[in-house]
C-alpha cells in the first residue's frame, strides 16, 4: 500500500524559507513522477512543481520559478520543496502526489497522479 506523508509546512513572515518533505513508501519510488500541489482556500488544486524519475527534469510554476527548488533522493524515497522568498500568496495546503511514468519525465496535470499525501499547511504572513 502506497503512503505519502507530507512535513515541513508551518507559519512564516514574507521573505522567509520553508522545506517541505515528502516521504513515501509502499513502492518503488524510482519509477515514479512526482508532483508536488498547492490548493488555496475557495482556488483549484495547481501544480506547483514537479520532478522526473531520475530527477534530471524539472518543471517549476511561473509564480514560483527562481524561490522554489524541488528535489528528490530515490535511496531515501523522498522529494523536498525548498521554498525561499515566500509570498503571502504562496500560502495555502501542499500536497505531494505519485504516478508510475514509463519515461523520465514530468507530469503537470493533477487528474494524472493517483497518490496523494494528506498535505501539510503553509501560511505567509506580510
Known amino acids: 500500500q502506497v503512503q505519502l506523508v507530507e512535513s515541513g509546512g508551518g507559519s512564516v513572515q514574507a521573505g522567509d524559507s520553508l522545506r517541505l518533505s515528502c516521504s513515501a513508501s509502499g513502492l518503488r519510488f524510482s519509477i515514479y513522477a512526482v508532483g508536488w500541489f498547492r490548493q488555496a482556500p475557495g482556488r483549484e488544486r495547481d501544480i506547483v512543481a514537479a520532478?522526473?524519475?531520475?530527477?534530471?527534469?524539472?518543471y517549476y510554476a511561473d509564480s514560483v520559478k527562481g524561490r522554489f527548488t524541488i528535489s528528490r533522493d530515490n535511496a531515501k524515497n523522498t522529494v523536498d520543496l525548498q521554498m525561499s522568498w515566500l509570498k503571502p500568496e504562496d500560502s495555502a495546503i501542499y500536497y505531494c502526489?505519485?504516478?508510475?511514468?514509463?519515461?523520465?519525465?514530468?507530469?503537470?496535470?493533477?487528474?494524472?497522479?493517483?497518490?496523494w499525501g494528506q498535505g501539510t499547511q503553509v501560511t505567509v504572513s506580510s
Open positions: 502526489a505519485l504516478t508510475h511514468t514509463m519515461w523520465d519525465t514530468v507530469i503537470l496535470s493533477p487528474q494524472e497522479y493517483d497518490s
Open positions: 520532478i522526473g524519475r531520475s530527477g534530471r527534469n524539472t
